[in-house]
């Protein structure tokens, strides 16, 4: 009967303990997952940076379909959203080349967004050959859909929600007109853009007009925003925010700013702003697309083809309100989707407690079943407990006593039997522990100097070990006598209380390549006597740690494509050498017209013929020669011992080097170089300033020519320093309207009569020269503004003579070769001309030879739009080039202008007939002939003979501002003859 009770008792507390551990589990603990062992990797790169709203969400939800089955993801960041340039996709292509080279095969890739998928399909065959590609969050569904026709590619488009936010604007106010999306520029915004404007079949009586933050500076947006009335719906669809001054915006900087300006809801949907003055909306869920992505990657990875995964057109969405704007624009919020999220709603404590509140009660009820049924069983329990009492108190007793002995001897056992376990777990966590980190376990008796070591040590060696030498013998076969020295002073340092354990590193003698690395640790305990004292600890193998940091210095300090010393190298090194105080030269080398092979042949064949280079200078360097790669197609060359070596016999040598072509796969590449020179103590003293010399020595070669060497002087600094001066000139003089014009006549030879204007620039402020300053300009690409504020200011002068009743005479304008790269100056010359209601033929452009130098196609495409516009044409200083005449037969101009130069050389009686030959010529040719710098009457009488039609100089008048050419503008100029 009582082991009845006792059962009984102990079912109630299993009961109990199941219970409890149901409560618990209610409550909110999640299942574990058991992970699988895999090897898989994938690679993502995204667009933008991890900063970027949309980014964390992504990568989140790529987790969730990958982790589950332990499949590895690495990220990359291309960071478009902030330097969206050529160059650094050039470098990311780089670093990312670098790293897929020296990193374990990825198994799969995911692009995120368009610049990520724009990248993949760039350079699929070089970076992700028949890898396959999973995409999402791509706003350009026809890139996306070229993409999916790729075998290996497949993914997720972002449909940006427009028609479901629509539909909740039009729940909301149902006097809604029309819809505004505010868009910007950049490839996401284009893609968003063309989404936005898909929707228009949909709402036929809608009027759908976009905004364009990219096009408008911040203040014209705020006016354009604080004029929209409610019966818009406003569509905030850009995932940045940069105006047309560019000015950066975050999304939230963004949605508090057009929220301020605006007073109408602004619907957002897109991730962003929301909280921070959008109202919200439909959105796209990242997170989510990113999980379905991650699936898809999943699926490929078990052996499903890209095939069998089509691209999927549709994006997850969600609906979130800031409950704020909810009540600023008073809408009920009945209105609201019932599974909508809330931002900013405060909520009651039974709703933030709910889940905890419910598991309270739970448990309580629980405990009230619990403790009732226990009540029902102690009443039963004590019942038969006192029948027990009054038939078996002898019995009882007896067997009390019985059990307590029992109990006693039991408990011994128990704790025999655990002693022996635990006994036996320590030695396996032991010899676990020892074996997991090859670590060995040491123990050094100081007083006998003899030393423990275990058993795995002799693994670590190449022979046998004599485990019962001293240590004093041992440290001598095993150590050489700085390591033994480093050792015993460690040791001595700790037993004086100077540390507060023995930490060393130290190589140990070995025949195997490289030599092993071991890292001890130990303390010191006492023994069974005062005198007897013990260090004790654990020894481990670092030596591939130590091969890592060998590996991880190299690349600090040599450069990753040709294995030369990189940049910081030759600065240690050229600081070595200062310290001795001993002249040297330094020497910075070029590649004079590098970028034509990247540009040409790509990167690739550029990287090859660098190291091509490196690795002939290494073979043929003279000892004293110590050769570095300073970046790009740079070489930093330091010499020391100048008086065993003659600077211009090294250059001489370093010529002859590459006076043949350097071979590549069977192509050839002949390279010429410029260099810049500077030398120590001579030059300067200070490290910085001599690399700024030789680089200064490089700029001047390159200016004059190329292809040879300077030694640096002072006038060289400070030519730069007045090139820096008037480049500072122009480039306020563009910002702060500096310029002005001069008009200089165009004389019919004939009548006497201004036929034209030559429109020249001059600075307001600044007596400086226009050859020195326009030079500057071309050199620092300042001569794109400057090019567009002559055309203004020369239509714009134009069109006041014409408003003010002078009959309508040309005016021509120069265009320099380097104008040729603006690429949206035709754009801009048609908007001038319309803006001042111009006709085009008020407008002559005078163009160089030396333009058609630059980019030949796409010069001769530019100037045809140019005539096509019915804009003259005409060849500037004409004569001082090497193929004028050449030239007159394909480009596609009115007149010539003879070169001054030409005319005072070939206008004397005894040379003319050269003069006559070439109006002839270009007269055959259809062309006006214009002869510029004619200065006395004589020559003008000869040209007059000759035929030319019109002729520029002082003889008639020097170049004037508008008021005074308005003096001479009707003036015969033969009257004064």
């Known amino acids: 009967m009582r082991m009845g009770i ?7 507390k299993k009961l109990l303990i199941i219970l409890i551990a149901l409560i618990i589990l209610f409550i909110g603990q999640k299942p574990l997952l058991i992970q699988a062992q895999t090897n898989q990797r994938v690679l993502f790169i995204s667009s933008y940076s991890e900063s970027f709203a949309t980014v964390p969400e992504q990568i989140a939800g790529i987790h969730q379909a990958l982790d589950p089955h332990n499949i590895l993801l690495d990220i990359e960041y291309m960071d478009t959203k902030r330097f969206d340039t050529q160059e650094n996709i050039d470098n990311f292509f780089t670093a990312l080349r670098y790293k897929l080279d020296n990193l374990q095969p990825y198994d799969a890739i995911i692009v995120g967004d368009d610049r990520a998928l724009d990248f993949a399909m760039a350079y699929q065959k070089e970076l992700f050959d028949e890898l396959p590609i999973v995409f999402l969050g791509i706003n350009d569904v026809n890139r996306a859909e070229e993409a999916a026709c790729n075998p290996y590619m497949t993914g997720i488009v972002e449909s940006v929600p427009i028609k479901e936010n629509i539909e909740l604007a039009l729940k909301f106010n149902s006097n809604v007109q029309r819809v505004v999306g505010l868009v910007e520029g950049s490839i996401t915004g284009r893609g968003e853009k063309d989404q936005f404007y898909g929707a228009v079949g949909f709402y036929p009586s809608l009027r759908f ?118 009540q600023h624009f008073d809408i009920p919020e009945s209105l609201l989707p019932h599974d909508a999220l809330l931002l900013n709603k405060k909520s009651s404590y039974f709703e933030q407690n709910m889940k905890l509140l419910l598991g309270v009660f739970a448990a309580l009820f629980i405990m009230l079943i619990i403790s009732t049924l226990m009540g029902m069983d102690s009443l039963k329990h004590r019942t038969m407990q006192r029948k027990l009492r009054e038939s078996n108190e002898e019995l009882s007793a007896t067997y ?73 013998q041992l440290m001598d076969k095993y150590l050489n006598e700085k390591i033994v020295q480093l050792l015993n002073e460690e040791i001595a340092a700790y037993l004086n209380g100077e540390k507060s354990e023995i930490k060393v590193e130290f190589p140990v ?135 065993s070596c003659d600077i211009e016999e090294c250059i001489k040598q370093i010529r002859i080097m590459f006076s043949q072509p350097i071979s590549i796969e069977r192509n050839e590449f002949t390279l010429k170089f410029s260099m810049g020179i500077t030398r ?248 006006v002939i214009t002869a510029e710098g004619i200065e006395e009457q004589w020559q003008y009488e000869q040209l007059k003979l000759s035929g030319c039609n019109s002729i520029q100089g002082y003889l008639f008048s020097k170049p004037l501002v508008a008021e005074e050419a308005e003096k001479i503008y009707e003036k015969n100029f033969l009257d004064s003859f």
């Open 6 to 12: 006792i059962s009984t008792h102990n079912l109630m």
């Open 209 to 326: 007009e976009d905004i364009s933050i990219s096009e408008h500076t911040t203040e014209e947006m705020a006016d354009i925003l604080q004029e929209i009335q409610d019966d818009t719906i406003i569509l905030f669809l850009g995932s940045m925010y940069k105006d047309q001054a560019g000015l950066d915006l975050t999304i939230d900087e963004a949605a508090a700013f057009i929220s301020a300006n605006t007073q109408v809801p602004v619907y957002r949907a897109t991730s962003g702003g929301v909280g921070q003055g959008f109202l919200g909306g439909v959105q796209v869920s990242y997170r989510e697309t990113g999980k379905r992505a991650g699936g898809m990657v999943f699926q490929l990875l078990q052996g499903t083809p890209v095939q069998d995964l089509p691209m999927m057109n549709e994006s997850p969405y969600y609906t979130i309100f800031d409950y704020q704007m909810v």
């Open 400 to 472: 009390e006593e019985l059990a307590a002995t029992e109990e006693e001897l039991r408990h011994q056992y128990r704790l025999i039997e655990e002693n022996v376990r635990r006994i036996e777990l320590l030695n396996q966590k032991y010899e676990h522990a020892i074996n997991s980190t090859n670590s060995v376990v040491w123990e050094l008796n100081l007083s006998n100097r003899s030393i423990y070591f275990s058993r795995n040590f002799e693994n670590w060696l190449s022979r046998p070990f004599p485990w019962h030498e001293p240590v004093d």
């Open 509 to 643: 003698k070995s025949s195997a390549k490289p030599s092993r690395w071991i890292k001890a640790q130990g303390k010191a305990i006492r023994g069974s006597s005062e005198e007897e004292i013990f260090l004790y600890g654990i020894m481990t193998d670092v030596t591939d740690q130590k091969l890592q940091e060998e590996y991880i210095d190299h690349l600090a300090h040599y450069d990753y494509l040709t294995n030369l010393p990189n940049r910081i190298s030759f600065m240690e090194k050229l600081q070595e050498e200062i310290e001795k105080a001993l002249p040297l030269y330094i020497l910075l080398m070029d590649i004079d017209n590098f970028k034509e092979i990247n540009d040409t042949l790509g990167h690739v064949w550029g990287d090859k013929v660098l190291k091509a280079v490196a690795q002939k200078l290494l073979d043929h360097a003279c000892p004293n020669m110590f050769i570095s790669r300073f970046g790009g197609d740079e070489f930093l060359i330091l010499m020391t011992d100048r008086d």
């Open 680 to 927: 120590y103590p001579e030059d300067s003293t200070d490290i910085d300033q001599l690399i700024m010399n030789a680089d200064t020595a490089l700029y001047q070669v390159k200016r004059s020519g190329k292809n040879h060497h300077l030694l640096y002087n002072k006038e060289m600094q400070q030519e730069l320093r007045n090139k820096a001066v008037t480049e500072g000139i122009i480039r306020k003089a563009v910002q702060e309207d500096g310029f002005y014009l001069v008009y200089q006549p165009q004389v019919n030879v004939k009548t006497g009569e201004i036929e034209s204007f030559e429109a020249l620039v001059r600075l307001k402020h600044h007596p400086i020269s226009p050859d020195v300053f326009i030079r500057i300009a071309e050199e620092s690409d300042l001569i794109y503004q400057i090019g567009r504020v002559v055309t203004k200011e020369a239509i714009r002068q134009a069109a006041a003579w014409r408003d003010k009743g002078y009959p309508r005479k040309s005016i021509s304008i120069n265009f320099s070769s380097k104008q040729i790269r603006d690429r949206d100056y035709l754009q801009f010359l048609v908007d001038t001309l319309a803006e001042y209601e111009m006709d085009p033929q008020c407008l002559e452009i005078e163009i160089t030879e030396s333009i058609l130098l630059e980019e030949t196609h796409l010069t001769l495409e530019l100037l045809e739009k140019i005539k096509e516009l019915g804009i003259k044409i005409a060849l500037d200083d004409f004569g001082t080039g090497f193929s004028s005449l050449n030239y007159l037969t394909y480009i596609p101009v009115d007149k010539v202008k003879l070169d001054k130069s030409l005319c005072d050389k070939f206008l004397s009686p005894d040379n003319i007939k050269v003069i006559e030959s070439i109006i002839s010529l270009a007269h055959s040719l259809n062309l």
